[in-house]
């Protein structure tokens, strides 16, 4: 029987600031901490993706539906049932559009357009940040054009008065990644170029976004991006880590709070204990909470593994995979969840 030795990274632990953040005072003024998290996603940002072939690549990892991972998300689509292919949510990794015939093809959408920012940019700098790219409709892509976000409710759709709701599914990941964009490239890539709305709790935040932010949770597609990421350019978004950090920042409706350094209020937050550390064979998972689900994924996005638990611990056998990273994600019964990057060895 082969022997595996597991070791774990900290990388986004649910519950406990990762390792990432150390050096970040959180008690600090909201425009110290803003401050310093913009000079965190910038100075970890060693790698920029070159947008053709590499933007094309790191999609086709980073947006994989873990349930048919030859599949990709498409941003802002929500029907894969019906005949209008233009809606799709999803759709085979290999129909990239790379000539001009691309009707029924995905491309890239600069989630902030890049004509929006101050200067324009083009691909290069934010036009090949992956963190604000996503794999999109052709014809979607298209129509939303340039077209600045507004309210709305439901599925994505053009308001009445020009402007783009992105859909109930993807406001929350929208919301985050505009957030991202306007602390990483500052007045070239202010949130408010591209939110319609008002400034109530933040001259630099639109209200839209803060309140997207806390309306809609991360989801799983969200983090295991980031972590794919952080592997590929070598920095995070801050706002899928922790959406809290939002209303540390820029005040609004309180988000989600995912790090109970963070907590003023007595919450209930899981300490998970996986052990042994290093482990072979077996990995034991017991926590003070009731475990919904527990998946294992590649280090491109690729779920190998996935378990329902409704139990406070569970087991993983490791045998039966080849030595590496993974990324292991634990979902909790009350929607919260954790993710850790494991190493697996002989």
Same mark, same amino acid.
């Given at each position: 029987?082969?022997?595996?030795?597991?070791?774990?990274?900290?990388?986004?632990?649910?519950?406990? $600031?990762?390792?990432?953040?150390?050096?970040?005072?959180?008690?600090?003024?909201?425009?110290?901490?803003?401050?310093?998290?913009?000079?965190?996603?910038?100075?970890? %940002?060693?790698?920029?993706?070159?947008?053709?072939?590499?933007?094309?690549?790191?999609?086709?990892?980073?947006?994989?539906?873990?349930?048919?991972?030859?599949?990709?998300?498409?941003?802002?689509?929500?029907? =894969?049932?019906?005949?209008?292919?233009?809606?799709?949510?999803?759709?085979?990794?290999?129909?990239?559009? %790379?000539?001009? =015939?691309?009707?029924?093809?995905?491309?890239?959408?600069?989630?902030?357009?890049?004509?929006?920012?101050?200067?324009?940019?083009?691909?290069?700098?934010?036009?090949?940040?992956?963190?604000? +790219?996503?794999?999109v409709d052709y014809t979607?892509?298209?129509?939303?054009?340039?077209?600045?976000?507004?309210?709305?409710?439901?599925?994505? %759709?053009?308001?009445?008065?020009?402007?783009f709701y992105p859909g109930?599914?993807?406001?929350?990941?929208?919301?985050?990644?505009?957030?991202?964009?306007?602390?990483?490239?500052?007045?070239?890539?202010?949130?408010?170029?591209?939110?319609?709305?008002?400034?109530?709790?933040?001259?630099?935040?639109?209200?839209?976004?803060?309140?997207?932010?806390?309306?809609?949770?991360?989801?799983? %597609?969200?983090?295991?991006?980031?972590?794919?990421?952080?592997?590929?350019?070598?920095?995070?978004?801050?706002?899928?880590?922790?959406?809290?950090?939002?209303?540390?920042?820029?005040?609004?409706?309180?988000?989600?709070?995912?790090?109970?350094?963070?907590?003023?209020?007595?919450?209930?937050?899981?300490?998970?204990?996986?052990?042994?550390?290093?482990?072979? =064979?077996?990995?034991? +998972?017991?926590?003070?909470?009731?475990?919904?689900?527990?998946?294992?994924?590649?280090?491109?996005?690729?779920?190998?593994?996935?378990?329902?638990?409704?139990?406070?611990?569970?087991?993983?056998?490791?045998?039966?995979?080849?030595?590496?990273?993974?990324?292991?994600?634990?979902?909790?019964?009350?929607?919260?969840?954790?993710?850790?990057?494991? $190493?697996?060895?002989?």
């Amino acid at each position: 029987m082969r022997k595996l030795l597991l070791i774990f990274l900290p990388l986004t632990l649910f519950a406990q $600031i990762p390792n990432y953040y150390q050096g970040i005072d959180f008690s600090q003024t909201s425009s110290e901490l803003q401050s310093d998290l913009a000079a965190l996603v910038t100075a970890t %940002h060693t790698h920029e993706l070159v947008y053709t072939p590499q933007v094309w690549n790191a999609l086709r990892l980073t947006d994989l539906d873990p349930e048919n991972p030859l599949n990709v998300f498409l941003v802002y689509g929500y029907d =894969d049932t019906d005949d209008d292919f233009v809606n799709d949510r999803t759709r085979d990794k290999t129909l990239s559009c %790379h000539n001009t =015939d691309c009707d029924g093809k995905w491309v890239r959408e600069h989630v902030f357009p890049k004509s929006l920012g101050n200067p324009s940019f083009q691909n290069t700098g934010p036009g090949s940040d992956a963190h604000s +790219i996503r794999s999109v409709d052709y014809t979607w892509n298209n129509s939303r054009s340039n077209r600045k976000f507004t309210y709305g409710q439901g599925n994505s %759709h053009i308001t009445d008065n020009g402007l783009f709701y992105p859909g109930d599914e993807w406001k929350g990941d929208v919301a985050r990644m505009m957030m991202y964009m306007h602390i990483r490239y500052a007045e070239r890539c202010k949130a408010g170029y591209v939110g319609t709305s008002s400034y109530t709790y933040h001259h630099e935040m639109p209200d839209i976004f803060l309140q997207w932010n806390a309306e809609d949770p991360v989801s799983e %597609h969200e983090l295991v991006r980031n972590e794919v990421l952080q592997d590929m350019q070598g920095n995070r978004n801050p706002f899928i880590d922790n959406p809290y950090l939002a209303t540390l920042i820029w005040g609004g409706d309180a988000a989600e709070n995912t790090w109970f350094e963070l907590s003023v209020q007595e919450e209930i937050f899981a300490k998970t204990q996986i052990y042994p550390n290093p482990a072979s =064979d077996i990995l034991n +998972i017991n926590s003070n909470k009731t475990i919904r689900s527990v998946s294992l994924f590649t280090t491109i996005g690729n779920r190998i593994y996935n378990k329902e638990v409704y139990k406070t611990e569970t087991q993983l056998q490791l045998n039966q995979y080849e030595s590496g990273a993974y990324i292991l994600l634990i979902v909790y019964t009350d929607n919260t969840k954790e993710t850790r990057k494991v $190493i697996f060895k002989h």
